[in-house]
């Protein structure tokens, strides 16, 4: 019962007794003057009329003062009730209020009452309809509001996926995948370009999916028409979105793929290119590990060119790149902090620096680290060939 309620109930009682208790002053009043009357005691403009009149007035004067005796006794048992009521009041709320606790904590712990989301936003439903607040709604039938994480995770598994969704969450599934079903990850992709080739989710999966077609192919000329179509997909999809880190990574990796199969000039450029892009997806999204593994490669690499090939850079971009061992240490050494085994190929890095550095310790330990590693991928296959010719060396 709510508050306002107990407080005009209580009103209500207490002005009926007001009521009673004016008859019964009027009563008193009126068994005073029959008194008088009947012990022959005078009162000016009582006795007006004929003797006869007054005896007739006497005797239902008599009648009615029987009726309100009995009025009286019932006002006394109701002032008791009244003030028996008015002590109860302030707890009645409290009282109500523990009790329907008390039922729907019963209601909760019955399996049989537990609610389907589609349940509990029916009955959210009416009970607004009805005028309630979501206050008083989530008091009387807070069961029906309170879900479970696995009733959450239950409600958002019913909800229908809409088409790109799916299509990326199916596409996210093959990349993981080995062989010819990896390779699916494309067409599945392709299927779908014309609807949804403005949509740069959707866009830099499909240039991964074009790297990995790329690591599938048989021939060079295969994997040259891979990486050629995924960097342009990668560009595009930088120009509908330049801020997605996803994109600018991927777009990288297409550039470094590319390099493999062009001129000197193109492969010096698209080096840039490579780095660039990796400095903006880290801006972008510094926690994701493969953007450091990818960068330490290519600080690698870079520290690992001749004097000769440093000129050919400066002579066609004005700069050369620039980088040390200890450059790419450090980025190998970061996708590791964020991903402790992260992969064959990071370990097998790792030995590969501090070896360069004059640390062999620390080389045979990070080849050991590397050998512990199962080879699931054909990128583990190919760390595993330089880790046997690496532990040569050691």
């Given at each position: ?11 209500g ?89 008390g ?7 019955s ?16 009970t ?59 067409s ?18 499909l ?52 390099s ?54 400066a ?37 590969k620096?501090?070896k ?39």
């Amino acid at each position: 019962m709510a508050q306002a309620d107990g407080k005009v109930l209580a009103l209500g009682v207490l002005a009926g007794a007001a009521g009673i208790s004016l008859a019964a002053a009027w009563y008193q009043s009126r068994r005073a003057v029959a008194s008088s009357a009947g012990t022959g005691t005078y009162h000016p403009g009582l006795y007006t009329r004929s003797n006869a009149g007054s005896v007739a007035l006497q005797g239902g004067q008599a009648e009615v003062l029987d009726r309100l005796g009995a009025l009286i006794q019932c006002v006394s048992e109701l002032k008791e009730e009244v003030k028996a009521l008015k002590e109860t009041l302030p707890h009645l709320q409290d009282h109500v209020r523990d009790e329907l606790r008390g039922r729907i904590g019963a209601r909760k712990a019955s399996p049989l009452n537990r609610t389907t989301p589609t349940r509990r936003k029916r009955a959210s439903g009416v009970t607004r309809a009805e005028g309630q607040s979501s206050e008083e709604a989530e008091s009387e039938g807070g069961y029906m509001t309170a879900l479970t994480d696995s009733e959450e995770e239950d409600r958002k598994a019913e909800e229908p996926l809409d088409d790109l969704t799916a299509l990326l969450r199916r596409a996210d599934g093959l990349h993981e995948c080995k062989g010819d079903k990896k390779k699916q990850g494309l067409s599945t992709l392709l299927e779908k370009k014309e609807k949804f080739d403005q949509k740069c989710q959707y866009l830099w999966r499909l240039t991964r999916a074009y790297a990995d077609a790329h690591d599938l192919a048989g021939d060079s000329l295969e994997k040259k028409k891979y990486a050629e179509k995924g960097k342009q997909i990668g560009a595009q999809a930088i120009s509908v979105n330049p801020v997605c880190a996803e994109s600018h990574q991927w777009y990288a990796i297409l550039c470094g793929l590319l390099s493999e199969y062009e001129s000197v000039q193109s492969k010096i450029k698209n080096g840039y290119l490579f780095k660039d892009h990796l400095d903006i997806a880290i801006k972008l999204k510094p926690q994701d590990p493969l953007s450091y593994y990818l960068l330490g490669r290519w600080c690698y690499a870079v520290a690992q060119c001749t004097w000769i090939e440093r000129k050919i850079a400066a002579t066609l971009f004005g700069e050369p790149p620039s980088s040390t061992i200890q450059d790419a240490l450090q980025n190998f050494l970061k996708a590791e902090e964020l991903c402790p085994k992260y992969s064959k190929f990071n370990y097998v890095f790792l030995a590969k620096c501090y070896k360069d550095l004059g640390q062999k310790t620390q080389a045979k330990k990070m080849c050991e680290s590397a050998s512990a590693m199962s080879i699931v991928t054909k990128e583990d296959e190919e760390a595993q060939k330089e880790l046997a010719s690496l532990l040569l060396s050691l």
